[in-house]
């Protein structure tokens, strides 16, 4: 039954396996690379913070943390706003996003 449905679609398993594991496979190594670039990108900002509080102490520069942390929860905030038309266009194409979101959390986890 679930064949006769697939088939009158035009969609084959064979074509929903190749979707399913493209998308796991390119989801893994995404999702591996983004928490590298995660990794660096936290090691430089703390190295940066980490600066700015030094050269503060020294009286080098004045640094005003209150609009750094809120610069940092607009950027949280703006993040956010994206969601609706995320959703959208991952049930368009569900096999393959399926398949990435699993490899990307695989991915992530083992990076």
């Known amino acids: ?3 006769a449905l697939l088939q009158l679609d035009g969609i084959g398993f064979q074509q929903l396996g190749l979707e399913l594991g493209g998308g796991a496979m390119i989801g893994g190594i995404i999702g591996f690379a983004a928490k590298k670039v995660a ?4 090691v430089i900002i703390g190295l940066e913070l980490a600066l700015f509080k030094f050269l503060e102490t020294r009286g080098v520069l004045q640094v005003d943390w209150g609009a750094i942390s809120g610069g940092a929860q607009d950027a949280t905030e703006s993040a956010g706003d994206g ?10 194409a569900l096999p393959v996003s399926t398949g990435f979101t699993g490899g990307f959390l695989v991915g992530f986890k083992k990076g």
Do not use: F, N, R, Y
């Open 83 to 92: 969601g609706a038309s995320l959703v959208s266009s991952l049930l368009s």
């Open 39 to 42: 990794k660096i990108i936290a």
């Open 1 to 3: 039954m679930v064949e």
